[in-house]
């Protein structure tokens, strides 16, 4: 701790002695800050130098930043994780979601909801993740980071995810482990028919990759027990996804028919398994989700499944999955927590989600619009709300990337004829 | 009119007693059929909306109701026993679904091109909770890659892909082929262009760096031989703004009409007066777009244009990887924009609806006329304090902006931002 005063108090030195040489790039002042990491909920400026976060404090003076941007009025968040999209898109016509037209470019769709990180989930397998880094990853202004999934050629099609033999613990550990540390965060199980030899391998793999794992557990006729998979298969740590999926005959859900949450899942939260919404175009519905949040069963993670089939539904983007849970009674610092600081500490990356000095400056401004607001779920069913977040501006390492009503740009100014 | 048979045959399979049953329904049936106007019940009902249509000078309160993907009915009230699903749009401006005549969707998996590639976005990720449901390809694709262009992307989309087809063979590759004039080929364009006139509405001219006209020439010929205008993009730089305006002819278009880099000389000169050339081009009937994009808007141009009499004929979006996050965003954002400059909603409204679908000589779309596709939007104006910024980052204020409510594509739902067409939740069912 004094070591760290010491070096402080010598950084501080440097940074007034050597003046312009480190001008502030972006000033955004005056807006609500909230930095669940930090414990930060108030008034302050955030100041912008080199891609990275100078400053965090209630009054920083502007005569040394490039650009002031006033956001007084507005919330200044870490950029958002969505910690579970498609974003493999591609053109293999026989594909799903690895490689084909079903997953989509994550930046059409992060920005403009104040995402700066998607994770994806399970899209590409330990055989086509180079590809997928290739034409995805390396090519996107959003930070992508990936759950690898178990199949090895991932989620290209439901018969090619149930291949028991193309899911294989020490490949995809492997990949972990020693070729892309970097980026992927995690093992992905799903759609698979069978018992639960999926989610062991996952498991399995997961242990050998020293990650969490995914598990999107449905498809099963009968549901298999949730109570199992929570209690046996699963470690503390790992996520299940579309926690508010309404079951039909192939899913087991969390909360009974009565509308009672099981007092399992309570058990299992407290156990540590990660509960994580993973919205989609099947996986949310009112009729678990309102129950849920009434008796405090509350997700860890608030996360979209952006592909296709959600992107124009009840889904829309993060900015609207939000919301939702704004017009369900969650605060919104509670809101904030579980897109960043939540997700960030889930998959191990706690240079994310944050504002602390010296991170990369990953920023979203929202404004929180007042009005009369309809929320659809996936059966077509709307819950009402009177507050929905809108993303202002949105900054990835330090640039800004987003700006919906020019609040970082200057006015037009009419030529005078000359 | 399946019901009334129904009955019928119900009367010859059962007994007296049920015949008589079967009768007192058949008369039932018959009230409720006169009643109902021959039994015609519409799929779809928006009540209460202010409609505009510019095509049939309607602006004012009308619902519409919608049957078998086609307009039904517009009238000042349709009763609402009528629809199977009635949705109030109160408040809310009713319009034709919008068409945003430039755009580049030929998304593929190639790295840093537009044909087949990364920097083309997929449609249905940006139109429908735009309020567009019609946009038209400007010559990604050309006649050796359209056949790749509409399998991957055209018969995949919810949006209506309409395209203009490149006079450069294989579209724009960005790579030295798309300035091979020799892959410039007036016959084989026309020839793919005739045999989809469903799909193709046009040639596209843009991204020649020669100053050979014979690209242009080419371009105009393809448009002749099929009888379809030819759009004309920028980055064409050796070739003279004026004359590129007077080869073309009268419904040809030109884009990035307001753009201010070097590689065309703006519409309005130094003084801020717009060329003597560019309207006598425009009374000529040449149409000019707007092709905001990354690059193609400035509001320097713009304004000066507008208040002498050049506002853009229809809102191409040039909808790209690099406008996508920009001052484009999207086409709510485009006629919010024009509004912030001066134009009224009516004029916004017949630039992004009747004016884009007479561009392309597409008569069926851009209206709300009776028996046409059922291709509405839905939009709110939002008040409040708004910022519209341009190609330069400069910004005008504005008090309005346009939200997309609802789309309806082919008579179907598309969109729902509020969940207006939305069941509201039973607290009751909520709870147990």
């Given amino acids: 701790m004094k070591l760290y005063s010491v070096v402080l108090f010598i950084f501080c030195i440097t940074v007034t002695v050597s003046g312009n040489a480190q001008r502030i790039d972006i000033l955004l002042k005056g807006g609500h ?77 992060t ?90 391998r996952a498991v399995k793999a997961g242990e050998l990759g020293g990650v969490p794992v995914m598990v999107d557990f449905g498809e099963h006729h009968p549901p298999n027990s949730i109570e199992e998979l929570f209690m046996k298969h699963m470690r503390p740590g790992d996520i299940f996804t579309h926690t508010y999926a309404n079951g039909f ?14 007092p399992f899942v309570f058990a299992a939260q407290k156990r540590g398994i990660v509960f994580d919404v993973g919205h989609g175009g099947g996986a949310f519905s009112w009729i678990q989700a309102v129950p849920a949040m009434q008796q405090k069963f509350w997700p860890t993670t608030i996360s979209s499944d952006l ?53 990369e400056a990953d920023v979203a401004v929202f404004s929180l619009r007042e009005g009369d607001f309809g929320f659809l779920d996936v059966t077509g069913a709307k819950v009402k709300g009177k507050q929905k977040l809108e993303a202002e501006l949105t900054i990835r390492a330090g640039k800004v990337v987003w700006d919906l009503n020019g609040i970082g740009a200057a006015d037009y100014v009419p030529n005078t004829k000359r | 009119m399946n019901k009334t048979r129904d009955v019928f045959s119900d009367i010859y399979r059962s007994g007296w007693r049920k015949s008589v049953q079967s009768i007192l329904q058949l008369c039932i049936g018959v009230v409720f059929i006169t009643t109902n106007g021959w039994g015609q019940t519409y799929d779809l009902l928006l009540r209460n909306g202010q409609l505009i249509d510019p095509k049939n000078s309607i602006n004012g309160k009308m619902d519409i109701a919608v049957l078998d993907g086609k307009v039904a009915k517009v009238a000042a009230s349709i009763p609402s026993n009528q629809a199977k699903k009635i949705i109030d749009v109160t408040g809310l401006i009713v319009t034709p679904g919008l068409i945003d005549i430039h755009t580049h969707v030929f998304v593929g998996g190639k790295p840093e091109t537009f044909a087949d590639g990364f920097l083309s976005v997929s449609p249905d990720d940006f139109t429908l909770k735009s309020g567009v449901t019609t946009v038209v390809d400007a010559g990604t694709s050309g006649w050796r890659n359209f056949p790749v262009f509409k399998e991957h992307v055209i018969d995949k989309s919810r949006t209506r892909v309409l395209a203009f087809l490149n006079i450069a063979g294989n579209g724009m590759t960005g790579s030295p082929t798309e300035q091979d004039v020799n892959d410039m080929d007036a016959y084989m364009t026309s020839l793919v262009v005739k045999k989809n006139p469903e799909i193709i509405v046009g040639v596209k001219i843009g991204h020649y760096e020669g100053a050979d006209w014979a690209p242009f020439d080419r371009a105009i010929d393809a448009a002749a031989k099929s009888n379809t205008p ?35 000389m703006p519409v309005i000169d130094e003084q801020g007066k717009l060329r003597s050339f560019v309207i006598d081009a425009q009374k000529r009937g040449v149409l000019f777009d707007l092709g905001h994009g990354g690059a193609g808007f400035w509001f320097s141009v713009a304004v000066p244009a507008m208040k002498q009499g050049l506002a853009p004929n229809s809102f191409g979006s040039d909808l790209h990887r690099f406008s996508m996050n920009a001052g484009m965003k999207d086409m709510m954002n485009i006629m919010s924009k024009y509004m912030a400059m001066g134009m009224s909603l009516q004029e916004a409204v017949e630039r992004a609806t009747w004016n884009a679908a007479k561009a392309i000589h597409r008569n069926d779309l851009g209206n709300l006329t009776e028996g046409n596709v059922a291709d509405i939007a839905v939009f709110r104006i939002r008040e409040g304090n708004f910022g519209y910024t341009d190609a330069g980052g400069n910004v005008i204020n504005g008090t309005k902006k346009l939200e997309a409510e609802l789309t309806v594509r082919n008579g179907k739902v598309v969109w729902d931002l509020n969940g207006i067409s939305g069941t509201p939740l039973n607290p009751v069912s909520a709870s147990k």
């Fill in chain 1, 307 to 359: 592909h296709t089939e959600s992107m124009n539904g009840g889904m829309k983007d993060m900015t609207n999955v939000m919301s939702k849970f704004l017009a369900m009674g969650m605060p919104l610092q509670d809101v904030i927590l579980r897109c960043t600081w939540n997700p960030a500490t889930v998959i191990n990356r706690k240079q994310l989600g944050n504002l602390s000095i010296g991170s």
């Fill in chain 1, 33 to 109: 800050v909230i930095d669940p990491c930090n414990k930060i909920d108030k008034v302050m400026d955030v100041a912008i130098t080199a891609g990275k976060i100078s400053g965090v404090a209630p009054s920083i003076p502007g005569d040394s930043a490039k650009k002031i941007v006033n956001v007084s009025g507005m919330y200044v968040t870490p950029g958002i994780i969505d910690m579970h999209v498609h974003v493999f898109h591609g053109t293999d016509a026989g594909s799903y979601l690895a490689n084909g037209f079903h997953g989509l470019p994550a930046d059409g769709f």
């Fill in chain 1, 111 to 200: 920005f403009r909801a104040g995402v700066t990180t998607v994770v994806d989930a399970g899209s590409s397998g330990w055989k086509n993740f180079r590809s997928f880094k290739a034409q995805t990853i390396d090519r996107a202004k959003t930070r992508v980071l990936a759950f690898l999934n178990i199949v090895g050629i991932g989620m290209y099609g439901r018969l090619e995810e149930q291949d028991v033999s193309d899911m294989n613990p020490e490949m995809t550990a492997y990949m972990i482990r020693h070729e892309f540390p970097d980026i992927i965060v995690g093992i992905k199980s799903a759609h698979y028919w069978g018992d639960f030899t999926q989610v062991d």
């Fill in chain 1, 249 to 262: 005959e192939d899913r087991e859900t969390v909360v009974d028919k009565d509308g009672k949450v099981k």
């Fill in chain 2, 230 to 264: 030819l759009f004309v993009e920028c980055h064409l730089p050796q070739f003279s703004l004026e004359d590129q305006l007077k080869k073309m002819r009268p419904g040809d278009i030109i884009t990035h009409s307001f753009e201010k880099i070097d590689e065309r």
